[in-house]
């Protein structure tokens, strides 16, 4: 579980920082290109001849038509080969290909003229399972004027998501309510959750059969490639969050001299495959939710949840229990809540509704708050496409423990460290323990690769706030190690996952600096961050939110999961 928000100005340079989504009728597209896709060069491992894909540019029909007229963005597809030549050398096996939806939008001046671009920007919100094209709209809009004339702003559904073709799908209805809930209160109700689990991984190998191999990281670093070439790019400039900082990381090792500015926001730890990771991750979740229940306590006159975290903390639990016997609504189990309220962990934007939802449903003034909270920031049967993708990635960039023992043993450990999200993150990833699909070893990046990328000043930009929950800050120093040329902006007391161009002066201006001309922060010494960006003030308990909390509040469905 991998995958904002915050606001504020000031910054200190060198101040310490913190150490350290097509089932059974799935159809591969076999070579030569499909009608209305533009087919890469399929030959070698993608760094040899630039041979150009003529990508024909239309209408964006299925992306929010608001956001499409006021950008002025456009949709194309591009076909690549289903697999590349790897890098321990392997030859690709099949000529098999998938289609990539992209978006672009196109670079305008200040006065919203067309202008002509000089470089090119990737982006990528994260994921691993989430499509990309409405996130170029998004970040294109949040630019500065300068940089709007300076770039076409390029998304793209990575393969299986979104509008790619084919896309992943294994079960339409794992998340229909009532779910089991997630914390087991005996050995049968483990084994049913086991069950369930393997249950959706079996699903998946029936529905996708020949796409789960090569839905790895590596797979989707050689589509961003194949992008810039067919968008005649010598090199390309990336923004990435979350899971995107692991694929930029892995862009920048595989094709060095390709790589342009990379911007990496709320950084992946490049030494911790994604098992190791995610229970690592659960204990930042809790903290990260502590941060919601403490801010709670702070407003008791408001919510009136608890004087403090440890009252709030526990009135969530004693609604999680009621929940168990009684589900709101007959839709809302413990499993639904859990899942609503990690949100919290990932923006304290989303605060302000959570602590309302709870505060009515336990005052019993408004009966339906925790489903209407579970419909906004829960999981539905529509995310049920970016869930099999995400695993389809994490499940296969590294093996996994095959044996239970080992998993129950972590998951007990990461139960008592993290006690509201450490089950719940425990079965989110379960299915990868019989996953079909075959995983192969934890690409490293960087410097231990033996990658040159960063021999000199040239980046990538780091960014992380130092309360992130879904991405530890631990994991940001780790891969400025792995880069001597990258520099690393901390947000300090940040409460959010996702800063560069979320309201924060300081961080905001960096970001811009390095994008306009390649400018970066002054190197630190020792362990230090390279710049130090106050936090924004916590959240004020009001509602309704102004345009730009809202606009926060919306990065939290994007950026993830």
């Excluded at 101040?15 to 076999?30: D, E, I, R, S």
């Excluded at 690409?443 to 980046?459: H, P, S, T």
Aim: glycine share 10%.
């Amino acid at each position: 579980m991998i995958g904002s928000i915050t606001e504020g100005e000031g910054c200190a340079v060198g101040a310490k920082g913190v150490p350290a989504a097509v089932p059974a009728a799935l159809l591969l597209v076999l070579a030569g290109p499909a009608q209305g896709a533009a087919a890469a060069d399929a030959e070698g491992d993608g760094t040899g001849g630039e041979r150009r894909a003529a990508l024909e540019w239309g209408a964006c029909d299925d992306l929010t038509a608001e956001r499409v007229e006021e950008t002025g963005a456009d949709c194309a597809e591009l076909e690549v080969p289903l697999e590349t030549a790897r890098s321990d050398g392997a030859d690709a096996r099949t000529a098999d290909t998938v289609r990539l939806a992209l978006s672009r939008v196109p670079a305008r001046d200040a006065d919203g003229e067309a202008a002509e671009a000089s470089r090119v920007l990737l982006v990528n919100p994260g994921g691993p399972g989430s499509a990309g094209r409405e996130w170029a709209l998004r970040i294109a809009a949040q630019l500065p004027d300068d940089l709007r004339e300076q770039y076409d702003v390029i998304g793209f559904d990575p393969r299986g998501t979104g509008a790619s073709t084919p896309a992943v799908t294994c079960d339409e209805s794992y998340f229909d309510p009532v779910r089991p809930d997630t914390v087991p209160a005996s050995r049968e109700d483990e084994r049913a959750l086991l069950e369930r689990a393997r249950g959706y991984a079996e699903a998946c190998g029936d529905e996708n059969a020949g796409l789960l191999d090569h839905m790895r990281t590596e797979d989707s670093v050689h589509d961003i490639d194949r992008i810039r070439r067919a968008l005649g790019e010598n090199t390309i400039d990336y923004l990435g969050y979350s899971y995107g900082t692991d694929l930029g990381a892995a862009y920048a090792t595989l094709y060095p001299e390709r790589a342009g500015r990379l911007v990496l926001d709320s950084v992946v730890h490049p030494g911790r495959p994604w098992y190791e990771s995610n229970l690592r991750q659960s204990r930042a979740l809790d903290d990260a939710l502590r941060n919601f229940f403490d801010w709670t306590g702070r407003h008791d006159d408001v919510y009136g949840l608890g004087a403090d975290g440890d009252a709030v903390e526990k009135t969530y639990f004693r609604v999680r229990e009621e929940l168990a016997e009684e589900p709101a609504g007959g839709a809302v189990g413990p499993t639904e809540y859990e899942n609503a309220f990690m949100s919290a962990a990932y923006a304290s934007a989303v605060w302000l509704r959570l602590a309302e939802a709870l505060a009515d449903h336990v005052s019993g003034e408004d009966e339906a708050a925790l489903v209407d909270a579970s419909e906004r920031f829960g999981e539905g049967p529509d995310d049920e496409p970016g869930y099999a993708a995400y695993l389809a990635t994490q499940c296969t960039d590294s093996p996994w423990p095959s044996a239970w023992p080992v998993w129950r043993d972590a998951a007990e450990r990461s139960a008592a460290e993290a006690p509201v999200t450490g089950w719940n993150n425990i079965w989110y990833n379960a299915p990868c323990r019989t996953w079909p699909g075959e995983a192969e070893s934890w690409l490293n990046v960087g410097a231990a690769a033996g990658a040159d990328r960063g021999a000199a000043d040239q980046g990538p930009l780091l960014v992380q706030a130092t309360e992130d929950g879904p991405t530890p800050v631990e994991g940001a120093y780790a891969l400025r190690d792995r880069f001597p040329g990258a520099r690393l902006v901390i947000e300090d007391g940040g409460l959010s996952h996702g800063v560069s161009l979320a309201g924060n002066t300081c961080v905001d201006e960096a970001v811009a600096d390095y994008l306009r001309d390649g400018t970066l922060p002054y190197e630190a010494s020792g362990r230090s961050a390279d710049l130090v960006c106050e936090a924004g003030p916590e959240p004020e308990p009001k509602l309704p939110q102004s345009a730009a909390e809202v606009d926060r509040e919306e990065r939290v469905r994007l950026i993830g999961p």
